[in-house]
Antibody
Framework: QLQLQESGPGLVKPSETLSLTCIVS??????????WGWVRQPPGKELEWIGS???????YYSPYLQSRVTISADASRQRFYLKLHSVTAADTAVYHC???????????WGQGTLVTVSS | IQLTQSPSSLSASVGDRVTITCRAS??????LAWHQRKPGKAPKLLIS???TLESGVPSRFSGSGSGTDFTLTISSLQPEDFAVYYC?????????FGGGTKVEIK
């Protein structure tokens, strides 16, 4: 059974880089059938798609965040990563890693990790 | 694309029929999915393509609609169905989610 688990610092200072890791078990991130991505939900606000990466390392980002986002993957370690640069308080959110079946259809979610941006 | 869910919350009893609506600001054909989130758990995909139930999802769940107006119906609410439900459009980049509907116990 596929499981996704986010990990990373729960507190990041303004202007710094938010870095998260998603550990994938029960499935291969090298699969050509899926994309691996990130979704976030700020407190009291809607879920927001951040971006994804495919098996060959092609990345796809939200146009609203693409100037600050980097998603990468390490297939040998079954992990993929999120970096969000130059964060502000508006980036405080629960961040979920997800598997995308194609055309943004999320068919597996991680439980999510809260990241707070504060000095 | 904006997705507006209504109601934002509802109280219902076990056995009740529950209907949640999702309205898109533009037509999205049949590119709509529904997700369920329970407290402390990862969200779960329930329905894709407006009405296709994921494997293992009980048949009391159903979806309908096309274009801009969609519904998620739970025909007979069960204790394990108390959760937050989100719609998601898959037709335009970036994919967007509705604000969620919290289904609570009456």
């Amino acid at each position: 059974q596929l499981q996704l688990q986010e990990s990373g610092p729960g507190l990041v200072k303004p202007s710094e880089t938010l870095s998260l890791t998603c550990i994938v078990s029960g499935g291969s991130i090298s699969s050509t059938s899926y994309y691996w991505g990130w979704v976030r939900q700020p407190p009291g606000k809607e879920l927001e798609w951040i971006g994804s990466i495919d098996y060959s390392g092609n990345t796809y980002y939200s146009p609203y965040l693409q100037s600050r986002v980097t998603i990468s993957a390490d297939a040998s370690r079954q992990r993929f990563y999120l970096k969000l640069h130059s964060v502000t308080a508006a980036d405080t959110a629960v961040y979920h890693c997800v598997r995308d079946r194609g055309q943004w259809l999320i068919d597996c979610w991680g439980q999510g990790t809260l990241v707070t941006v504060s000095s | 694309i904006q997705l507006t869910q209504s109601p934002s919350s509802l109280s219902a009893s076990v056995g009740d029929r529950v209907t949640i609506t999702c309205r898109a600001s533009q037509g999205i054909s049949r590119y709509l999915a529904w997700h369920q989130r329970k407290p402390g758990k990862a969200p779960k995909l329930l329905i894709s393509g407006v009405s296709t139930l994921e494997s293992g999802v009980p048949s009391r769940f159903s979806g309908s609609g096309s274009g801009t107006d969609f519904t998620l119906t739970i025909s007979s609410l069960q204790p394990e169905d108390f959760a937050v439900y989100y719609c998601q459009q898959l037709n335009y980049n970036p994919p967007a989610f509705g604000g969620g509907t919290k289904v609570e116990i009456k």
